[in-house]
């Protein structure tokens, strides 16, 4: 069985991460695509009323994605990528993971920082995603290596 790497990335950091994984790991690639694209002033975190802190506000917030896995029971391992928000992940992300079943599928997640750690995202996920397995994720910086990726993957049997 193969792995999907699966991923948001709204400036290309955690993208680039992603691809990594994936080559590391011989996983297929899903990017998860926004309806509405994060322009640098919906992205602006200084700015209160910028998109990105109203959806980060309402955490039940569930911005709209355009596309879909359609063959997700093809796998057994899913490494779900995104950029931290807010010491947490994006509500986009949760949008992602309502849409799914993940019965006999573990999610392992991994993230890119301006420097903060994974929090409560594991308890997050577990909380959302439905009948899923969630490892303890992981931060990595944005330009770590495919070695250290196959390193680290290798802790997670079947992956
Ligand atoms: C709205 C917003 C909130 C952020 N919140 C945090 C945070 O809480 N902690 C942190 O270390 N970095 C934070 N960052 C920085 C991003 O996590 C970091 O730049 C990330 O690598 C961007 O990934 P991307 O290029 O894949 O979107 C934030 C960035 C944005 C746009």
């Known amino acids: 069985m193969k792995g999907l790497v699966a991923y948001f990335s709204a400036t290309g950091t955690t993208e680039k991460v992603a691809k990594n994984l994936a080559k590391?790991?011989?996983?297929?690639?899903?990017?998860?695509?926004?309806?509405q694209k994060y322009t640098d002033e919906d992205l602006d975190w200084?700015?209160?009323n910028s998109r990105s802190s109203i959806e980060m506000k309402n955490l039940s917030f569930?911005?709209?994605?355009?596309?879909?896995i359609d063959?997700?029971?093809?796998?057994?391992?899913?490494?779900?990528?995104?950029?931290?928000w807010w010491y947490r992940e994006p509500?986009?992300?949760?949008?992602?993971l309502e849409q799914y079943d993940f019965s006999n599928i573990k999610i392992i997640p991994f993230a890119t920082s301006g420097g903060s750690g994974m929090g409560s995202?594991?308890?997050?996920?577990?909380?959302?995603?439905?009948?899923?397995?969630?490892?303890?994720?992981k931060r990595?910086?944005?330009?770590?290596s495919v070695d250290e990726?196959?390193?680290?993957s290798k802790h997670f049997v079947n992956c």
């Open 24 to 35: 590391a790991t011989n996983s297929d690639l899903f990017e998860i695509i926004p309806k």
């Open 46 to 48: 200084t700015n209160q």
């Open 62 to 68: 569930r911005p709209e994605i355009v596309n879909k």
């Open 140 to 144: 990595f910086y944005s330009n770590v």
């Open 121 to 137: 995202i594991k308890e997050n996920i577990l909380h959302i995603a439905k009948n899923a397995i969630v490892e303890d994720g």
């Open 91 to 96: 509500t986009i992300v949760d949008t992602f």
């Open 71 to 84: 063959n997700l029971k093809d796998y057994n391992c899913l490494f779900l990528g995104f950029p931290i």
């Open 149 to 152: 990726l196959k390193n680290w």
